[in-house]
């Protein structure tokens, strides 16, 4: 079974440039999580979508950052106008409800390394 | 504010010795723990996890254990191998309202290198 699949794995643009990740999920999962990893912070939680609905956008760093998942296969994350400070390596994610478990167990996919000069 | 902390960017350890890696908590709703384990150029995997019911958690060369009361947890690896060099992510998940919570918060990641 493919894993969670990003696209795409590197991008480079200019600052004040739209900036569009894509993620297709594990089929069957009903979380999708995005991540930054940064070296000062670690892997942040950006926000995260159940069954397609935003649950948690809290640490969406500004209004310049968006995500959507209009359907189970697919979420994108949109930086609008991009900055230096936003380069960093983006992760998607997902899980599906424990069903009993404590917890989910989260599968992440490769990354998208962004670097905004 | 930063829930989850992991003091120690960097580890260095010798091929066969134990390894220790540790992790801070600050939430007391957390109530679930998991370490993730990222190489270069790949996303974070699943290692071992460990609920708060419990002190020791242990697989094959791994073994978290967990002080509720120091709100500190730790992964040992022995005997570390080189290819254990990689780095390390604590992460802590909250239950609420009785049922299962999908977000997972992580530390910043400690850099655990093996010499052979």
């Known amino acids: 079974d493919a894993g969670v699949i990003q696209s795409p794995r590197h991008e480079v643009t200019e600052m004040g440039q739209e900036v569009t990740l894509r993620c297709k999920p594990i089929?069957?999962?009903?979380?999708l999580f995005w991540y930054r990893q940064t070296m000062m912070r670690g892997l942040e939680l950006l926000i995260y979508?159940?069954?397609?609905?935003?649950?948690?956008d809290s640490g969406m760093p500004e209004d310049r950052f968006s995500a959507k998942m209009p359907n189970a296969s697919f979420s994108t994350l949109k930086i609008q106008p991009s900055e230096p400070r936003d380069s960093a390596v983006y992760f998607c994610?997902?899980?599906?409800?424990?069903?009993?478990?404590?917890?989910?167990?989260?599968?992440f996919g490769e990354g998208s390394w962004l670097t905004v000069v | 504010d930063q829930q989850v902390k992991q003091n120690s960017p960097s580890l260095s350890v010798q091929e066969g010795r134990i390894s220790i890696l540790n992790c801070d908590y600050t939430?007391?709703?957390?109530?679930?723990f998991l370490w993730y384990k990222k190489y270069p150029a790949e996303g974070p995997t699943f290692l071992i996890s460990?609920?708060?019911?419990?002190d020791k958690n242990e697989d094959g060369r791994f073994t978290v254990f967990l002080n509720k009361s120091a709100k500190h947890l730790s992964l040992h690896i022995v005997p570390s191998q080189p290819g254990d060099s990689a780095v390390y992510f604590c992460?802590?998940?909250?239950?609420?309202?009785?049922?299962?919570?999908?977000?997972?918060?992580f530390g910043q990641g400690t850099i655990l290198t093996v010499h052979p």
């Open positions: 994610a997902s899980s599906a409800y424990p069903q009993g478990r404590a917890v989910n167990t989260i599968y």
């Open positions: 089929s069957g999962h009903d979380y």
């Open positions: 979508f159940n069954n397609n609905v935003p649950i948690d």
């Open positions: 939430n007391s709703m957390f109530d679930y």
């Open positions: 460990i609920s708060s019911i419990k």
């Open positions: 992460a802590a998940s909250a239950k609420l309202g009785g049922t299962s919570y999908g977000k997972l918060t």
